[in-house]
């Protein structure tokens, strides 16, 4: 198993304030669809409309993991035609014990046609032109109907991913559909919450002192 070896990094932040709708918009926006036809929505969708958390993740009194968990609509020209497409999901770094750094996608999609949530059929991380592909371990069906989870060792490309989000407050990865011809690029831009980045920063550096306990 690969350690996550992260340097600590010092406190600076991107600020500015995202382009989009405000928080209160965002998640009204939100639950209306799990209520809704998504093609409604067509006319007045923004780029995109996306809520996010970043949670601590705790096993028996320690931490063991650090995760962003995102609702995220956008426009999907690959497989919907450019209508609205709803992914539910998270990335998350677990920490099993010295040694047992690991890092999971969980990914479920909901549009028009799907009458429900839909696990993609892969999933990578994104930087640049580089993917974590070749440093999946395994994909699996969520416990929850309609996800799917992949499994990533601590590699280059995870590690990149994990900085990307301290140093941009961006998350880029890329999912494909069941008989699907390409990956559909997804990021999740956290860049105008300054104050989720920096959580994001000190549940990294908290997980690291777990590591070397």
């Excluded at 340097?7 to 009204?28: F, N, S």
């Excluded at 990335?91 to 996608?105: C, R, T, W």
């Excluded at 961006?170 to 831009?189: C, H, N, W």
């Amino acid at each position: 198993m690969t350690a996550l070896n992260i340097p600590k990094r010092p406190q600076h932040h991107p600020r500015g304030l995202a382009g989009g709708v405000k928080a209160a918009g965002i998640a009204t926006s939100i639950a209306w669809v799990l209520v809704g036809p998504l093609a409604v929505l067509a006319q007045d969708l923004p780029t995109t409309i996306q809520e996010v958390q970043v949670v601590p993740r705790f096993a028996d009194g320690r931490l063991q993991g650090c995760g962003v968990v995102f609702q995220h609509i956008e426009r999907d020209m690959l497989y919907a035609g450019g209508e609205p497409v709803l992914l539910d999901g998270s990335f998350q770094i677990y920490n099993f014990g010295p040694g047992q750094v690991s890092a999971m996608l969980k990914l479920g999609f909901l549009d028009d046609q799907s009458g429900g949530h839909v696990a993609p059929s892969s999933a990578y991380m994104v930087n640049g032109f580089a993917t974590s592909a070749g440093e999946a371990n395994h994909q699996m069906q969520s416990d929850t109907p309609g996800f799917a989870l992949f499994s990533f060792r601590i590699g280059e490309q995870i590690t990149n991913s994990i900085v990307s989000i301290m140093d941009s407050g961006k998350l880029s990865f890329a999912y494909q559909r069941e008989g699907g011809m390409g990956g559909v690029p997804v990021t999740i831009d956290m860049s105008g919450e300054p104050e989720k980045i920096a959580q994001w920063a000190d549940c990294i550096d908290a997980l690291l002192l777990s590591d070397a306990d």
